[in-house]
């Protein structure tokens, strides 16, 4: 057996794993299948192919190897990967809008039940364990084990980063503790030795060369249609965009940004030394982060200095906690003056919003509310189910109960178990007044989905950006909570932008009040067509002015 195992690790070092599988299934017997050779397996069918029909059949050999022993290392390694692939194909089957035919999550929860220990313990299973919070959308049990795994390994950058994120979605972090905790990352992000890096330049160039750099400069991404906005309008006698692309694959949408560029680099393939003075050697004057925590970022890069001058926008509506990251930009309804202190950055505002949508490739259509069809109100939100919380659901809960027939149509757009957020208004007796529409890859299927919604409901803390643009663009007001902080006060912003100031909720109670008000009298609903016609004139798509305040802001920066 010694030798069939060297001979094993010989072909798989070849990455020969056609091989490795014939010997396994075919010539070793299966009392002779340890837990070890079982999980080798199923690696090496992950490897070999990543076909459907092989994902699915590496999960059996992955289940195979957990209870073949059980509480083995070998075991745990194999239960890691069999939630960690299980959570892989439900994943597939979401973004392809089929049903997942075969939910593994009862059966990870009953084999966590029997390993809690371990799930503490173990770096490996308390990370695979966490992605399943994150589509059960258990956000106290994501935060406790983001928690574990901070104890675990101190150095795990990436469980901090999750920690400070995912509690964006809860209101038991105050702005203090996104900055305690967003300072604490900060020393811990690598600095490398100045003997590495390439100097920084220090001269003037004819123009200003701005970068900017994001991992989500690809197809359906929010951030793109706020991107566009200032690559279409910039003036190129004045100033060179170098676009710094981190994601790996790249696609139309990735395309169409690059021509606006003076110079774009994909840098996803790089590490940090060869990323920072790629970009060094490019003589950048402003560099722009469109990420902050969120997707495959890259802090570190601006912890080490890109250019003499880095600022935050768009992507991420809080403080790094960066000393490097010199500015973030945001509007005046966003921080208070008095809040200033709690940004690690320099707070600079632009004059009326933070950032303006650059519309759809789609001719727009008037659409009367559906309630004059229905003759019942229909609410919606299509924000990621993760801003839905428990507060918000009690609150929407509220509403439908005090308004009758009325209906709630729900819609997200990142992997979610759609069970689990169902039971939760189950629990408060309206779920037959609840809606919930699969995700649509098409965008103008997406948005032809609003034609359904009377009145638009946004979440709390964590407000919607991109889904509240998208509802006002089809000509649907959009309800708003006021924030305490960058994110919570987005849809503040884009009310108050839109003169509507009537549909910014002071706090829970006042939300439910307004929601019930505005369908009673129906005056939210003669606002459609206002909405519909000032839209587009409005600060929230008018790109012109947008790009204009924006580069002067930017010159200001610069000088």
């Not at 094993?8 to 050779?37: A, P, T």
């Not at 080490?304 to 403080?319: E, F, H, I, M, P």
């Not at 439908?400 to 819609?411: A, D, G, P, Q, V």
Request: aromatic share 12%; glycine share 4%; hydrophobic share 35%.
């Amino acid at each position: 057996m010694e030798q069939k195992s060297a001979d094993l690790k010989k072909l798989f070092d070849e990455k020969r794993y056609s091989e490795i599988i014939d010997i396994i299934q075919n010539k070793i017997s299966e009392k002779d299948k340890n837990s070890g050779l079982l999980n080798l397996l199923g690696v090496c069918k992950l490897l070999n192919s990543n076909k459907e029909d092989s994902i699915r059949s590496s999960i059996d050999d992955f289940r195979k190897s957990y209870l073949k022993e059980k509480n083995t290392a070998n075991a745990h390694h194999a239960l890691k990967n069999f939630i960690n692939i299980s959570v892989d194909l439900f994943d597939i089957e979401f973004r392809d809008g089929k049903n997942v035919s075969e939910n593994f999550f009862d059966e990870i929860f009953l084999y966590f039940n029997e390993n809690k220990d371990y799930f503490s313990k173990n770096e490996g299973l308390a990370s695979a364990i966490v992605r399943v919070f994150k589509r059960n959308l258990d956000i106290n049990n994501i935060i406790y084990y983001l928690n574990k795994l901070i104890e675990i390994n101190g150095n795990n950058l990436d469980a901090l980063t999750s920690l400070i994120y995912w509690n964006s979605y809860i209101d038991d972090w105050d702005q203090k503790k996104y900055l305690k905790y967003s300072k604490l990352l900060s020393e811990k992000l690598p600095s490398y030795p100045d003997t590495k890096l390439l100097d920084l330049s220090n001269s003037k160039n004819e123009k200003i060369n701005i970068g900017f750099l994001s991992s989500d400069m690809r197809s359906n991404h929010s951030v793109t249609h706020f991107l566009k906005t200032v690559l279409v309008d910039h003036d190129k006698e004045k100033i060179n965009i170098f676009l710094y692309i981190n994601n790996k694959k790249e696609d139309g949408t990735t395309k169409e940004l690059k021509k606006y560029s003076f110079k774009s680099t994909n840098i996803s393939g790089l590490e940090d030394v060869d990323a920072i003075n790629t970009i060094r050697n490019d003589k950048i004057d402003i560099m722009i982060d469109l990420m902050g925590f969120t997707s495959d970022h890259r802090l570190q890069l601006f912890k080490n200095r890109l250019a003499n001058k880095q600022v935050s926008w768009c992507g991420y509506l809080n403080t790094t906690g960066l000393d490097q990251m010199d500015y973030i930009i945001t509007d005046k309804h966003l921080i208070l003056k008095n809040e200033e202190n709690l940004y690690s950055e320099k707070v600079i505002k632009l004059d009326n919003i933070w950032n303006s949508h650059a519309g759809f490739p789609f001719e727009r259509e008037f659409i009367i509310a559906p309630f004059n069809s229905n003759k019942f109100i229909t609410f919606g939100s299509f924000n990621n189910f993760r801003k839905i919380n428990e507060k918000v659901i009690d609150v929407w809960s509220s509403i439908l109960k005090n308004i009758e027939n009325s209906k709630l149509i729900l819609k997200s757009s990142d992997v979610c178990e759609i069970n689990k957020i169902s039971e939760k208004f189950k629990k408060n007796g309206v779920v037959d007044s609840v809606k919930f529409l699969p995700h649509k890859k098409n965008l103008s299927e997406h948005l032809n989905e609003y034609k359904k919604i009377d009145i638009a409901l946004d979440t709390f803390p964590f407000n919607g950006v991109t889904t509240s643009f998208e509802a006002i663009w089809m000509g649907v007001p959009v309800l708003a909570l006021k924030g305490y902080n960058c994110y919570s006060r987005s849809g503040e912003s884009i009310n108050k932008n839109l003169n509507l100031d009537d549909l910014i909720a002071e706090n829970e109670n006042d939300y439910i009040e307004k929601a019930i008000s505005l369908t009673k009298n129906k005056k939210v609903l003669d606002l459609r067509k206002s909405i519909y016609d000032n839209a587009l004139k409005s600060p929230l798509f008018d790109k012109k002015r947008f790009s204009k305040q924006f580069f002067g802001l930017i010159e200001k920066i610069y000088t």
